[in-house]
């Protein structure tokens, strides 16, 4: 009897004694973003104490240096235990395509994590019959940003649709705003071009545009390009040359009316700028997109060969919890990607988005690495670029269509 | 012998380790760029890729693919910075130096501060003057502090293009441009009174011409017209490269100007050359080896230039686009490897022909000695 016991006190033990040794967390979450990192650290630490985790950040906007230098590792066959990356394509495109990931759908099931995120979302992360990664906060691509108290002095309300935010924007040229469109560097402008396009092709249209099932060169699509040329013309002529919270500047500064971008902006006028939300600023879904939620989701994955793959599984784990997503959302300035988190936590921008997570169509972001593999997205700069220099809707979506079967998109 | 041996034994890891790590690195590059690593996702970042090789391809639709506008564009740009690059340093250079060398007073004091922009790494340079080229500051409120009104170029930002030549015309251009360089080749060889080089390139020269203004013109690389030039957005790029580097070539040209012996310059008074004869037919030849090794350094420099539009503009900006950035685009973050592997494979021989003129020259001046 006593040996019995002796046996099952070692074993207890040793299960808790058991999570040791190291994890490794890669990611590109440093500056403002770092403190609710480093909250979703602590609380793994206390869970397991004994484990050394590794902090190991590579700072650049939305991970453009990260992700070259996860290349460069995962190449080299030194993967980190688990890492940072957009939810949807850009993992499957990229790592899940090249069997370097491990499906988590068994840790899904575990968790009980098919019906605690929505279903929209978990097609977006499945492929092939996995689920390959673990989204940890949401954010919304499609929304308009705008200082009500401007536009009353301006006389116009927020419109509904970009042949109402074309009218609009004529009268506030004519009352002597230059650029009423604030606009920054080149992936701010695919960003309002995925804004644009899920309002002329509808969310069906738009995910037919990433399964395949509609060509770039459709009239539809190229109609986007047209448009899109005629939003252009609303915006800032130096928008090269800005970076997206100096965008979002001119419309808190008064200089232009509305900005289109995904809602860290909200993030930065609330704690950077220090202003109210709901009062002194205000947002809407970009025109002709209500009813849709275009999210983009960052998200942990498992690598093939990690070292400490228990350890990363302890961290996933965390990742999809409740618990873990309401302390790293609030301070990250997203919203969870579970439906049953709670609202208390947030402000009202973030309780306002969180309605409509629950509420509205979800379909993902091309430039946020939701909907196409990296090889389209990172030329889709290309294909824009094309577009700014010839003005010329049918070259850009010749050009489009043209990488799009270069890159197999939606094989 | 025993001294061979030992100096075999001396150098072979450094052979074998250049063998290796530059050579056979090169080697493994023009595979890649003769394969197809990338076209297929599920090859791109497999633990084994399987390559297929397909030839020339990756070359072929590099210049001549619809997709790849933007590398055209961005050898287009690579010419003309490489080009204004290196006339403007040399000139800011050589006239710094001839006024540092008239030993007005300070000039220990400016020769500092014209050299120092060189201790900096050109992302700073980039950096500053990114600050310095915004539309609504620097540069352009520059005028103001003379009561003239600011300036409104959008250093950066803008789109304009002078030069416009349709792509098409590139093989009419280049033909044009190598036949002339023959041409003058064979000036050369006929004032030094070398007639087998005059006759080579006399006729090399003379069928390159009349190829480029007879068929070349029919030689089309594109079904469509598309217009490539001189991107104005790079204007800014070449100021802060030269104002980056100009110091460099000051010095040289300084330690040149010194470095001529009084008593040529004395013989040419005594002559009565006025010293702007002076400068044009004493001076400036004597000068001529520091310019050509000037250029070398001030070339390969800009052919090789990244980080400084990295800091200044950005990778996802069409306009001041050079070939380099564009392989970072394409490997790193499309996972089109081969392609970027061609790209580096055109730069290798884009610097090649710049820099083994000079070495083969260097080589055949010391065989001489």
């Known amino acids: 009897m006593r040996k019995w016991l002796l046996v099952l006190g070692v074993a207890l033990g040793l299960s808790a004694l058991a999570q040791t040794g190291k994890l490794e967390i890669f990611s590109w979450w440093a500056g403002d973003e770092g403190p609710a990192l480093e909250a979703l650290i602590r609380l793994y630490k206390q869970k397991y104490p004994g484990v050394e985790v590794i902090n190991a950040t590579v700072t650049g906007g939305a991970g453009v240096n990260a992700k070259a230098v996860l290349k460069t590792r995962m190449l080299g066959g030194d993967p980190p235990d688990t890492f940072q990356v957009h939810a949807g394509m850009e993992l499957i495109g990229t790592w899940v395509v090249a069997n370097r990931m491990e499906d988590l759908t068994p840790l899904f099931r575990q968790e009980g994590w098919l019906q605690a995120f929505p279903k929209g979302l978990i097609d977006l992360i499945s492929h092939k019959g996995g689920i390959w990664s673990v989204p940890v906060n949401i954010h919304r691509s499609n929304v308009m940003w705008y200082i009500p108290a401007k536009l009353r002095e301006w006389g116009v309300n927020p419109p509904k649709t970009w042949a109402e935010f074309l009218a609009t924007c004529e009268t506030l040229k004519r009352k002597g705003l230059q650029a009423p469109l604030a606009l920054g560097e080149n992936w701010t402008q695919q960003h309002l071009w995925e804004s644009v396009a899920l309002a002329m092709l509808g969310a069906d249209g738009w995910n037919n545009l990433w399964n395949g099932k509609l060509k770039f060169t459709d009239p539809k699509a190229v109609a986007v390009w047209e448009t899109f040329g005629k939003v252009l013309d609303c915006a800032n002529k130096d928008a090269a040359g800005l970076s997206w919270q100096q965008a979002v500047d001119r419309v808190v500064q008064g200089q232009a009316a509305f900005n289109i971008m995904g809602d860290w902006a909200a993030g930065y006028m609330t704690t950077t700028l220090k202003l109210k939300p709901g009062t002194d600023f205000a947002w809407a879904p970009s025109p002709g997109t209500q009813g849709v939620f275009m999210m983009l989701s960052d998200s942990f994955g498992l690598p093939k060969g990690a070292k400490n793959r228990q350890n990363a599984l302890n961290w996933l784990r965390l990742v999809g919890s409740k618990e873990g997503q309401d302390t790293f959302n609030p301070l990250k300035g997203s919203i969870a990607a579970r439906l049953d988190s709670d609202p208390a936590k947030y402000n009202a921008y973030g309780q306002a988005a969180m309605r409509d997570w629950k509420s509205n169509r979800i379909v993902g972001s091309l430039v946020h690495g939701a909907v196409a593999p990296e090889s389209f997205m990172s030329q889709f700069g290309t294909v824009m670029e094309i577009f700014l220099q010839t003005k010329s809707p049918k070259a850009a979506a010749n050009a489009a269509q043209a990488i799009a079967d270069q890159v197999g998109l939606g094989r | 012998m025993r001294d061979r041996i030992a100096a075999f034994l001396v150098l072979l890891p450094s052979l074998v380790a250049v063998g290796i790590f530059v050579y056979g690195f090169i080697g493994q590059n023009l595979y890649v760029s003769l394969s197809d690593w990338g076209k297929n996702p599920a090859q791109a970042l497999a633990e084994e890729p399987t390559l297929h090789f397909v030839g020339l391809a990756n070359y072929q639709e590099l210049f001549t693919g619809f997709v790849d506008v933007r590398f055209r564009q961005s050898v287009v740009n690579l010419i003309f910075f490489t080009l ?281 001046k010391e065989v001489r000695r």
């Open chain 2, 84 to 364: 204004f690059f290196m006339a403007g340093s040399l000139g800011l250079g050589l006239l710094l130096a001839v006024a540092l060398d008239q030993s007005p007073k300070g000039e220990g004091f400016f020769r500092t501060v014209f050299l120092f922009p060189m201790a900096l790494s050109f992302v700073v340079t980039g950096t500053i003057w990114r600050w310095l080229l915004q539309p609504q500051g620097g540069v352009n409120v520059l005028p103001t502090l003379l009561g003239l009104p600011p300036l409104s170029f959008p250093w950066l930002t803008t789109r304009e293009q002078v030069l416009v030549f349709d792509w098409n015309q590139l093989p009419f251009y280049t033909a044009l441009v190598v036949g002339l360089v023959l041409l003058y080749v064979a000036y050369r060889a006929h004032r030094e009174g070398e007639r087998k080089r005059r006759f080579f390139a006399l006729l090399s020269g003379g069928a390159l011409l009349l190829w480029a203004l007879t068929l070349g013109r029919g030689v089309h690389l594109l079904p469509y017209p598309e217009p490539h030039g001189f991107s104005l957005a790079l204007v800014g790029v070449i100021l802060a490269a030269m104002w980056q580097m100009s110091g460099y070539t000051m010095a040289l040209y300084l330690a040149g100007l010194r470095g001529i012996p009084v008593e040529v310059l004395e013989a040419a008074k005594v002559d009565g050359a006025n010293p702007w004869q002076t400068y044009r037919y004493v001076i400036l030849p004597l000068l001529a080896p520091i310019t050509l090794s000037a250029m070398i350094v001030l070339g390969h420099i800009a052919l090789k230039i990244f980080d400084l539009i990295f800091a200044m503009a950005g990778l996802d900006y069409a306009p001041t686009d050079v070939p380099a950035i564009y392989m970072y685009l394409l490997a790193f973050r499309g996972n089109q490897f081969a392609k970027g592997a061609t790209i580096g494979i055109l730069l290798l021989l884009l610097v090649a022909v710049v820099v083994i003129p000079y070495l083969a020259s260097q080589l055949r």
